[in-house]
C-alpha cells in the first residue's frame, strides 16, 4: 500500500480531543482545513508527551530567539479552542511515532505523527534496520499527518492537549491511581475498596 501524508499548513484548526467516557477514552489528534478532516488515534501519555515537548520547544525558541521570536509565552485566549471533536471521528491510523521541529525561517512549529508499523525482526539491529529502511521509503512508508502551526497555534494546541489529558477520572487522594465510577481498590488501604 502507497504512503498517504496528510498535510495541513497552517490548518483552520489543530487539537486533540477524546471520544468515549473517562476511563475508556480513545485520544485523537484531529486537523482540519475546509471540508478536509484528518483524525489520527494515539494513546494518552502521547498526548501528554506532544503538549509538554511542544511547549518546552516553544519556550526553548523564545530563549534562543532573545524573545524575538513570533512565539506567545502563553496560549492566547482568542484563539482557544474547547469545541468538541469535528464528527464524525474516523480514524486514518493509530499513531506510533511523532516528531516535533522548529522551521526558523518560516517561523513555524512542525508536527509529524506516523502510523503505528509492525515488523518482524529476528535482533535489535535487525529491527533498528527495517525501522530505518522503512521510514526513508517515500512512496511505501508509513502514513503521516504533517501539521505545520504557527507559535500560538502550537501554544493553544499545548493547552488545550493538557487540559483534555487531565480531564479524565480524579486520582485518588491517597495512591493518585484514577478513581473508577464502580470504585477503587486502592493499594494505600491494603486493598479495600474506596467509594469513587
Same mark, same amino acid.
Given at each position: ?41 494515539? =494513546? ?5 508527551? !506532544?503538549?509538554?515537548?511542544? &511547549? *518546552?520547544? /516553544?519556550? #526553548?525558541?523564545?530563549? @534562543? ?46 508536527? =509529524? ?5 509492525? !515488523?518482524?525482526?529476528?535482533? &535489535? *539491529?535487525? /529491527?533498528? #534496520?527495517?525501522?530505518? @529502511? ?63
Amino acid at each position: 500500500m502507497s504512503r498517504q501524508v496528510f498535510l495541513y499548513d497552517q490548518p483552520e484548526r489543530f487539537v486533540a480531543g477524546t471520544v468515549g467516557l473517562p476511563g475508556r477514552r480513545t485520544f485523537f489528534l484531529q486537523a482540519s482545513a475546509g471540508s478536509r478532516v484528518t483524525s489520527v488515534a494515539l =494513546e494518552k501519555t502521547q498526548v501528554a508527551a !506532544l503538549a509538554e515537548r511542544m &511547549d *518546552e520547544l /516553544l519556550d #526553548e525558541v523564545v530563549r @534562543r530567539s532573545g524573545g524575538s521570536a513570533s512565539v506567545p509565552a502563553m496560549a492566547p485566549t482568542e484563539i482557544s479552542d474547547s469545541a468538541p471533536l469535528d464528527t464524525p471521528v474516523e480514524e486514518e491510523f493509530r499513531v506510533g511515532t511523532m516528531a516535533l521541529a522548529w522551521d526558523g525561517e518560516e517561523q513555524r512549529m512542525v508536527v =509529524e505523527a506516523q502510523a503505528l508499523v509492525e !515488523l518482524d525482526a529476528e535482533t &535489535d *539491529e535487525d /529491527l533498528a #534496520e527495517a525501522e530505518e @529502511r522503512l521510514l526513508q521509503d517515500e512512496e511505501n512508508g508509513p502514513s503521516m499527518l504533517r501539521v505545520r502551526l504557527t507559535g500560538a497555534q502550537a501554544r493553544a494546541f499545548a493547552k488545550r492537549a493538557l487540559d483534555v489529558v487531565n480531564a479524565g477520572r480524579p486520582p485518588c487522594p491517597l495512591c493518585s491511581l484514577p478513581l473508577d465510577p464502580e470504585g477503587h481498590v486502592c493499594p494505600r488501604q491494603n486493598g479495600y475498596r474506596r467509594g469513587a
